[in-house]
């Protein structure tokens, strides 16, 4: 009977941590996601017993796709043509009934269409359309002696620039860019041509002209909720009330958002909290200085987040470096064999590991973060640690074989002491790359100075950009002070050793 009772007490509170189980919402790295993903976070809120997640800015349709589909989020804002052509692979656009029962085997389901439809297309400077009497995208195919800076997510998509080629005959060769940077190189007349969402604010403010889609390429790409089939059951009360956004959203209201944060500052929060109070405050209202976005509230949680990240994947990667140095010191080949893995892992492009490592472990967020900022700190600590064994004066391991030490005595007493400010050193130096690589990891959710860069990008805001960037120095100096320290008080230890027995 005490057994029954526990294993009762047992189920009860998984069932209770289950029930606390926050709703997860994800989003795209682009300005409308963002605010999508808070309006959705707000209106479910109320009916929650905990706060929703919101995972900000997790990457391209591919990552935040694949975060949902391994359940690391809940839901998201997506878009029909996308869920159709990209990710369900249809020739043709679907109908939201044909799409439903396409993605159940998936464990997945789309609903709650907002009410506005947000379509790819090109846009071109005014004067330059005007002055080549460019209207259309047969148009452009006239002309392709005009430079093309087309997003790399839309350069390689199933709906992008290769279909859109081969339907209008275009000979461009374009050039990949950032979706938020476009619009200032298009400006700036670096391109010409760009890809744009059609409720981007910037269309209007920098007066471009969009190409119209005479061929009819482009389906439409009515904005909705994918979401995991388990989500209705398990936050009823939330799924309820997110219905309330069906048909709420217009492409006007929506241009209206998305200017509100890229050209006026706006917080997302804010913005979303302004519009389902049904008001909209005036020009520059809510909008952010540097120094109120250096010090905004989130700064000691994206502080706690990034050093977490830094000391945990620098400690992991010394318990398993300094051992594999240590054991294959006396073996060169196996020793040369370790090096040049590690050394190999360090050419690869960090978002190239981060998508190869979410593939593998099914998942986003601080696991595949932390592994490769792991991977990337084995080498300078390996080598290091190899290095300042190698310094050991060889006099001195003839002594300790001499004074009767076998080679595991020799190593741990005499050779590892020796080496240790040459294997600080390697930990210095991890460290300081850790601290710069981590900034990638709010690309998969897992949090950190990142955000405000990846956010910065997005919406091409220097400042969000500097107030992500400049906390990072300064914890890469912090860190270098720390070592520094270290490194003083190991040397005066070591000298005092050495007065001790008169040397």
Known sequence: MKRLLCLVALLSAAAGVLADEPLRIGSKRFTESYILAQLMAQVAAPKLPTTPEVKQGLGNTAIVYEALRSGSIDIYPEYAGTIALEILKSPKPM??????????????????????????ALALRAADAKQLGIRTLSDLARHPELKLGLSNEFIGRADGWKGLAAHYGLRHAPTGLD??????????????????????????????????????YFPRYDALVLYRLDVPQRFPAAWAALQQLAGRIDEDAMIAMNAQAELQGVAFDAIARDFLAGTQGPAGAGARGFWAKLFAPDLWRLAWQHLGLVAASVVAAALVAIPLAVASFAHPRLRALLLGVTGLLQTVPSLALLAILIS????????????ALTLYALLPIMRNTVTGLAEVPKGLREAATALGM?????????????????????????????????????????GGFGERIVTGLALNDSGLLLAGAIPAAALALLSEALFELAERAIHRRSGRTDSAHGR
């Not at 400010?421 to 959710?445: D, E, K, S």
């Open 406 to 446: 076998t080679a595991r005595q020799r190593m741990r007493l005499v050779e590892l002491p020796l080496a240790l400010p040459t294997v600080i050193a390697g930990l210095r130096i991890a460290t300081t790359i850790a601290i710069g690589t981590a900034t990638i990891a709010a690309f998969i959710g897992a």
């Open 360 to 371: 593998l472990l099914g998942a986003i967020g601080v696991v595949p973060a932390l592994l």
């Open 95 to 120: 109908e939201l009934q044909a799409m439903n029962q396409a993605l159940a085997p998936l464990g997945l389901g789309a609903a709650i269409p907002l009410g506005f439809n947000d379509g790819y």
């Open 179 to 216: 979706h938020g940077l476009a619009y200032d190189a298009i400006a700036g007349k670096q391109v010409d041509v760009i890809d744009i969402y059609t409720t981007d604010a910037k269309i209007g403010h920098l007066g471009l002209t969009v190409l119209r889609d005479d061929k009819a």
